[in-house]
């Protein structure tokens, strides 16, 4: 079992940046590909970001170039550097980690689930 514990969320304005954190403990996740995925007021769950075992990264069109996504893994912690957020950004945030895959990008790919933290972006 894997245990995410997510933080960093908050309220900014347009244009500001928030890191998210997203720590693991339990079994361990290296090796895991690891992501994030967000949820916004009256939409489905979406992927955001992900982060393979060997550290390589993709990210959804809608982030690319303004969201980083990197790991630590003597701190099992998950982080998503999100920069020029934007109102369309509000949402609450989920990290997850998945035994299979290198790039999983659909929901049903992830085996562990955070609870969440929510970002809100004020124009």
């Known amino acids: 079992q894997v245990q995410l514990v997510e933080s960093g969320g908050g309220l900014v304005q347009a244009g500001d940046s928030l890191r998210l954190s997203c720590a693991a403990s339990g079994r361990t996740v290296i090796g895991l590909a690891m992501g994030w995925f967000r949820q916004g007021p009256g939409k489905e769950r979406e992927f955001v970001a992900v982060?393979?075992?060997?550290?390589?990264?993709y990210y959804a069109d809608s982030v690319k170039g303004r969201f980083t996504i990197s790991r630590d893994n003597a701190k099992a912690t998950v982080y998503l550097q999100m920069n020029s957020l934007k109102p369309e950004d509000t949402a609450k945030y989920y990290c997850a980690a998945a035994t299979r895959g290198t790039w999983p990008r659909r929901q049903a790919e992830y085996d562990y689930w955070g609870q969440g933290t929510q970002v809100t972006v004020s124009s």
């Open positions: 982060i393979s075992g060997g550290g390589s990264t």
